[in-house]
């Protein structure tokens, strides 16, 4: 398959959407306004309409992409063709972060969401600026290991809890993101279906249960009040 960077002369690209990405996103928005400049003559910026794809698995993995607007779903394919989601990127967040260190392929594919605004660095021009600020190398090795972290408790709930579980889990960390009772659903069901490893006629089954309950109230637009939190979680 074709990788899209391949593609970039049919995306339009913008000085703006470039300096808005270096300067807001956690890697580089630590850097001073001459280093900031220096990152800028680096990275390419692009335009991708909802359900393109960046990259899919297969693709060479030259280029690190980082979200400045929109909304990117990582997902991989199991043998049966069965789709599991791995993250979704928002604004700030990064993918093919790997391709720095070693000459690979990407494992899954990158998907867009809705229409979306994205930062691109080539893995040579990256790898200068790294020598350069050491401080980029830690925030990305930082994310790496919030990643394995997420990993490895996404594979310890796939192999010890309830479907019941997987799901209140969930929305609770969805709660002490948004400190409040009330969370937006960062993604479709069918999206968190695959996430939590179950299907989105469960997902809505389950939901309806915990509203029979007391525990939640589902709400138009994809929100949802938490009630009972306590209750939610001795599922």
Same mark, same amino acid.
């Given at each position: 398959m074709e990788n899209k960077e391949c593609q970039l002369c049919h995306h339009n690209h913008s000085d703006t959407h470039t300096s808005s990405c270096v300067s807001l996103v956690p890697i580089f928005n630590h850097l001073e306004n001459k280093q900031l400049l220096e990152v800028m003559d680096m990275v390419y910026s692009a335009t991708y309409e909802k359900g393109e794809f960046l990259y899919h698995?297969?693709? /060479?993995?030259?280029t690190l992409y980082i979200v400045n607007k929109g909304k990117i779903r990582i997902y991989r394919l199991s043998e049966s063709g069965k789709e599991q989601l791995v993250r979704i990127l928002t604004p700030g967040s990064y993918t093919g972060e790997l391709a720095l260190f070693k000459e690979t392929v990407h494992e899954a594919f990158a998907q867009t969401m809705e229409d !979306?605004?994205?930062?691109?660095?080539k893995r040579s021009d990256l790898q200068k600026l790294l020598y350069k600020f050491p401080a980029i190398s830690l925030k990305i090795l930082t994310e790496f290991s $919030?990643?394995?972290?997420? !990993?490895?408790?996404? /594979?310890?709930?796939?192999? /010890?809890? !309830?479907?019941? /579980?997987?799901?209140?889990l969930f929305l609770a960390e969805c709660m002490d993101e948004h400190v409040a009772n009330e969370i937006t659903l960062p993604m479709s069901k069918k999206d968190l279906a695959s996430y939590l490893g179950t299907t989105p006629e469960t997902i809505s089954r389950k939901f309806a249960q915990f509203e029979d309950l007391g525990y939640?109230?589902?709400?138009? $637009?994809?929100k949802i009040e938490i009630i009972d939190i306590d209750g939610l979680l001795l599922l």
């Open positions: 698995a297969g693709d /060479t993995a030259e !979306s605004q994205v930062c691109m660095v $919030n990643r394995l972290d997420e !990993s490895e408790k996404q /594979t310890t709930r796939f192999a /010890t809890e !309830s479907v019941e /579980t997987r799901i209140a939640i109230k589902q709400k138009p $637009n994809k």
